[in-house]
């Protein structure tokens, strides 16, 4: 167990409508980054929240956004989804810049766009 | 639960030998890399991390090679056990930020 919950776990939604998907960081954690791993292909970085702020971006457009509450819990939505948008959606938190060993991910969400 | 693993590069090996993962980084920039294991149905899992002024660096049966000429990574366990298998993904990127970028992963299966 890494301490990191992501809900929903599976999802379905239809093109065109728009997801929010969920994670709890673990205790103590301030930063957390959103990665969309499609079916057999490695995690690609979307965006990383620091301190309630965007942190950095990946090569992801402005449809998806997210948030980081005062908890340091967080948020990822995509709106006008895409088919292409199928995938799983992994959360990971950290303590910002203490290593990699602090890196812990969530299970995921899994999403489906029909 | 899905699996990850679809179309990947698959190393088939016995339980108890050696197995040798490899992987090839684009980015000469990156000072920083981990290895992650992936099970069906989970999210990738920590190994072993090594830094750009290091070029080996063990842990528990595992060793990470790094080589900066030709941009190579490589993850070394000793006697694979079932347990082992998995995906596993090399993954690069700066030491004081979290953003990684994976590889593309390699399918690990150990035969008993």
């Known amino acids: 167990e890494t301490g990191v919950t992501q809900s929903p776990t599976h999802l379905i939604k239809t093109r065109g409508q728009q997801v929010t998907l969920r994670c709890s960081s673990q205790?103590?954690?301030?930063?957390v980054s959103w990665y969309q791993q499609a079916l057999g292909q490695g995690p690609q970085f979307i965006f990383q929240y620091y301190r309630e702020e965007e942190n950095g971006r990946g090569n992801f457009p402005p449809r998806f956004s997210g948030l980081q509450f005062p908890n340091y819990s967080s948020e990822l939505n995509v709106n006008a989804l895409e088919l292409d948008d199928s995938a799983l959606y992994l959360c990971a938190s950290s303590f910002q810049g203490a290593g990699g060993n602090t890196i812990y991910f969530g299970e995921g969400s899994w999403l489906t766009v029909v | 639960g899905e699996s990850v693993g679809l179309h990947l590069p698959t190393l088939s090996v016995q339980e108890g030998d050696n197995s040798i993962i490899n992987c090839a980084y684009s980015?000469?920039?990156?000072?920083?890399f981990i290895w992650y294991k992936q099970e069906s149905g989970k999210g990738p899992q920590f190994i072993i991390d090594i830094r750009s002024n290091m070029d080996k660096r063990q842990g528990q049966r595992v060793t990470v090679l790094l080589n900066k000429t030709v941009k190579h990574l490589s993850l070394q366990i000793a006697a694979t056990q079932p347990g082992d298998s998995a995906v596993y993904f090399c993954?690069?990127?700066?030491?004081?930020?979290?953003?990684?970028?994976f590889g593309s992963g390699t399918k690990l299966n150990v035969k008993p």
């Open positions: 993954a690069e990127g700066p030491y004081n930020f979290n953003k990684f970028y």
């Open positions: 980015n000469s920039a990156s000072d920083y």
């Open positions: 205790s103590g954690h301030n930063t």
